[in-house]
């Protein structure tokens, strides 16, 4: 396998074979993300990633899944993205599972046919960065999207029968936005219907452009409590039609969160509620991690 500059995928692949198809992530251009800002973005040619993924079957006995990185594979064509799996189909018969990162303006350059090719020939899980529901915030990141156009992405995604797993960042929107960021996050979630929901907490990469906002004093890090209380109103104007997997259990959380949304609401909240009153039950920030 050939892996170039730092490999990043979402924690629910940590035992997959990741195989990169592109190099970097096309936007590059949040301010709160430094994961790929020492790489130009490019597509790999097919031909190489086929020849990783011939050599990764001599290596590898079985695969349950594979993660296509980087930052967001799914701006391949569709073309080139259906020869890849076409291959891992052939070499990887036992695969139960191709997943990918997606932008949303990647989701929203694609057909629903299109979507619905790549399901039938193996992707079943897209990973998309929503980052928050409130316009103020996506605009002040950089996202490069707006709410609706996320959302569209997110039921587009769901619609073609792929899953959608859809991560937002806690204290994106410092101490000033909080409740905003909060209150439209929710409204996201409700409208979209995503089959899973991953909740980060904000930490701040030197590398990271936010970074020097933080060091000016012109954006203010959320308290350990402010995040426990921006989730409960996250969780209070969230409400969901069909099983949601609501997790909030990754290494920059102060405080984990495992549940199914509808159902696990209210313990989840009573959860952050005992949280509030007892500060021990918070990780340290000794040992918060990207």
């Given at each position: 396998m050939r892996y170039e500059g730092n490999i990043f995928r979402p924690p629910s692949e940590a035992n997959s074979l990741i195989v990169q198809v592109t190099i970097g992530c096309a936007h590059n251009d949040?301010?709160?993300?430094?994961?790929?800002?020492?790489?130009?973005?490019?597509?790999?040619?097919?031909?190489?990633?086929?020849?990783?993924?011939?050599?990764a079957r001599r290596v590898y006995g079985r695969v349950r899944r594979i993660f296509l990185a980087d930052g967001d594979a799914l701006a391949l064509s569709v073309d080139k993205l259906l020869a890849i799996l076409k291959k891992i189909e052939e070499l990887f018969p036992e695969a139960e599972r191709v997943a990918v990162y997606g932008s949303p303006q990647d989701v929203l350059?694609?057909?629903?046919?299109?979507?619905?090719?790549?399901?039938?020939?193996?992707?079943?899980?897209?990973?998309?960065?929503?980052?928050?529901?409130?316009?103020?915030?996506?605009?002040?990141?950089?996202?490069?999207?707006?709410?609706?156009?996320?959302?569209?992405?997110?039921?587009?995604?769901?619609?073609?029968?792929?899953?959608?797993?859809?991560?937002?960042?806690?204290?994106?929107?410092?101490?000033?936005?909080?409740?905003?960021?909060?209150?439209?996050?929710?409204?996201?979630?409700?409208?979209?219907?995503?089959?899973?929901?991953?909740?980060?907490?904000?930490?701040?990469?030197?590398?990271a452009p936010l970074y020097a906002d933080l060091k000016s004093g012109r954006f203010k890090l959320l308290s350990p409590m402010g995040v426990i209380d921006e989730t409960a109103l996250l969780l209070e104007n969230t409400e969901v039609r069909k099983d949601c997997v609501f997790r909030s259990n990754h290494a920059s959380n102060y405080f984990s969160l495992k549940g199914t949304l509808p159902r696990d609401k209210e313990r989840l909240l009573s959860e952050l509620r005992s949280a509030r009153n007892h500060n021990e039950l918070l990780k340290d920030e000794r040992f918060r991690l990207l």
């Open positions: 949040c301010t709160f993300c430094s994961m790929f800002k020492d790489k130009v973005f490019r597509v790999r040619p097919v031909d190489e990633v086929i020849e990783d993924l011939e050599g350059r694609k057909s629903p046919e299109e979507l619905a090719a790549l399901r039938g020939a193996g992707v079943g899980i897209i990973y998309l960065g929503a980052e928050s529901g409130s316009d103020a915030v996506l605009n002040a990141v950089k996202k490069g999207a707006t709410a609706a156009e996320i959302t569209e992405a997110i039921v587009k995604i769901e619609d073609s029968g792929i899953d959608a797993s859809v991560t937002f960042i806690s204290g994106l929107a410092g101490t000033d936005g909080s409740d905003g960021h909060a209150v439209m996050t929710g409204r996201m979630i409700s409208e979209a219907q995503p089959s899973y929901v991953g909740l980060l907490t904000l930490m701040i990469d030197p590398a």
